[in-house]
């Protein structure tokens, strides 16, 4: 039975070569080893194989909306602070415009139109325009106004008509009162027609 034992098992010449046959071959192993480096060395210069980034979007995405709604509020506040100005906020802003105009055939005509830039109405308007020469010497009936003027609206007074000297000086004389925005305003004005001008502008503010 011995004998057959030892007849029959490989002996350990037989086992050193299967064994090291399966251990690595280190030429091989050299090779691939040297394939890999020239791999990641072409990666590398072809701008790959870096390191992973990752993108954490939380923070861009806060600033973003951040951005956004502070854009948007300042868009409005352009938009909104004209809008309220010009027709919510309680506002009296009136002008009286007075043009002296002198025509053909010593024809002269002093015409006058309210203009209501606020954002209430004009109530209880009364205006009156009275024309004088140097000497106090009325040149015509005055022209009265008497009634309201809406916000954002004008409203145009009767002409004073007259002839006389177009080299003459003259006195414009206003008078007015009316009720605004919660206020009651009143005043006076007088304007000189010295000079050579045939063409003459006033401008009263009546809410100033």
């Given at each position: 039975?011995?004998?057959?034992?030892?007849?029959?098992?490989?002996?350990?010449?037989?086992?050193?070569?299967?064994?090291?046959?399966?251990?690595?071959?280190?030429?091989?192993?050299?090779?691939?080893?040297?394939?890999?480096?020239?791999?990641?060395?072409?990666?590398?210069?072809?701008?790959?194989?870096?390191?992973?980034?990752?993108?954490?979007?939380?923070?861009?995405?806060?600033?973003?909306?951040?951005?956004?709604?502070?854009?948007?509020?300042?868009?409005l506040a352009i938009i909104l602070i004209p809008?309220?100005?010009?027709?919510?906020?309680?506002?009296?802003?009136?002008?009286?415009?007075?043009?002296?105009?002198?025509?053909?055939?010593?024809?002269?005509?002093?015409?006058?139109?309210?203009?209501?830039?606020?954002?209430?109405?004009?109530?209880?308007?009364?205006?009156?325009?009275?024309?004088?020469n140097s000497t106090d010497i009325r040149m015509?009936?005055?022209?009265?106004?008497?009634?309201?003027?809406?916000?954002?609206?004008?409203?145009?007074?009767?002409?004073?008509?007259?002839?006389?000297?177009?080299?003459?000086?003259?006195?414009?004389?206003?008078?007015?009162?009316?009720?605004?925005?919660?206020?009651?305003?009143?005043?006076?004005?007088?304007?000189?027609?010295?000079?050579?001008?045939?063409?003459?502008?006033?401008?009263?503010?009546?809410?100033?």
């Amino acid at each position: 039975m011995a004998g057959n034992d030892k007849q029959g098992s490989p002996g350990e010449d037989d086992i050193a070569p299967i064994v090291a046959g399966i251990g690595p071959d280190l030429d091989v192993q050299q090779m691939v080893e040297e394939e890999e480096m020239k791999r990641k060395r072409w990666e590398t210069a072809e701008g790959r194989g870096g390191q992973v980034v990752i993108y954490d979007p939380g923070t861009d995405v806060t600033v973003g909306r951040t951005r956004r709604i502070v854009v948007l509020i300042f868009v409005l506040a352009i938009i909104l602070i004209p809008v309220l100005y010009l027709v919510a906020i309680p506002r009296a802003d009136a002008e009286l415009i007075v043009q002296y105009n002198e025509g053909v055939m010593g024809g002269i005509n002093v015409d006058a139109r309210i203009a209501n830039e606020g954002t209430r109405t004009m109530e209880d308007v009364t205006i009156t325009i009275l024309v004088q020469n140097s000497t106090d010497i009325r040149m015509a009936d005055p022209t009265v106004f008497e009634g309201r003027v809406s916000a954002h609206n004008e409203a145009s007074m009767d002409a004073i008509s007259f002839s006389a000297s177009q080299w003459e000086t003259y006195h414009i004389f206003v008078e007015y009162t009316f009720d605004c925005a919660g206020k009651t305003y009143h005043g006076s004005e007088h304007y000189v027609t010295e000079g050579e001008g045939m063409n003459m502008w006033f401008y009263l503010d009546m809410t100033a």
